[in-house]
């Protein structure tokens, strides 16, 4: 739980830096923030580039320390691989790397934690925790986990919208995530302080 737990701080970090685009969108006279405006960096999309690429690295620690079948291991640390390869040779043939994201990036993240969780589903059902899975944090944190993702890919699919005079969609995208983000990390709270009972008895 250690990795997960760090990787929690990590986005914190992560968004609240990745706010200093909001900055942007006023004129100041100071010459840093000048040359920081008109530089690569005025968009934080490197950022959540970094971050991306971060969390399948994590995810792919997390799960593979969960996961005990040398199996599972083989076919994590080969999604890991092939998304890192992919990553990496993407933003150096195209240069993008501070401009855009990977394509369908959110598409093969969703991919790839499913592919993590579905191999913990199995474990579990193979195992005797599947009898008081309930008392398991893991498990609540890998159904939240797998059901943001299904639920906020459909809306970066139609992300392009965004790029459009489509107030109605941005407004709706806002509110949506607002209210998936608040249902993942509602469910973390509760996977930590839920279980936290069942581990003093």
């Known amino acids: 739980m250690k990795i997960f737990i ?3 701080w990590f986005v914190v970090f992560i968004e609240t830096v990745g706010m200093y685009g909001l900055l942007f969108q006023n004129n100041y006279d100071n010459k840093w923030f000048i040359w920081v405006k008109n530089s690569v960096f005025c968009s934080n999309i490197w950022l959540y ?4 690429f971060v969390s399948i690295l994590i995810f792919g620690k997390f799960y593979s320390q969960i996961l005990d079948d040398k199996f599972s ?3 994590i640390k080969f999604a890991v691989i ?3 390869v992919f990553s990496i040779s993407y933003f150096i043939i195209s240069g993008t790397f501070f401009s855009k994201s990977l394509p369908y990036d959110v598409l093969l993240e969703t991919f790839i934690v499913f592919i993590f969780v579905m191999l913990y589903y199995r ?4 195992s005797d925790k599947i009898l008081h899975f309930y008392r398991l944090p893991i498990f609540y944190i890998s159904s939240s986990l797998l059901l943001w993702y299904l639920c906020v890919t459909p809306l970066f699919i139609f992300n392009g919208y965004i790029y459009e005079a489509n107030q109605n969609f941005i407004q709706f995208r806002h509110i949506y995530l607002f209210i998936v983000n608040i249902f993942l ?3 973390y709270t509760f996977a930590f302080l839920y279980t936290i009972r069942y581990k003093s008895q």
Do not use: E, R, T
């Open 6 to 8: 760090w990787y929690l």
């Open 49 to 52: 580039n970094i971050y991306s």
């Open 73 to 75: 291991k083989i076919i």
């Open 82 to 84: 092939i998304y890192v």
């Open 123 to 126: 474990q579990l059902l193979k």
């Open 185 to 187: 990390y509602s469910c």
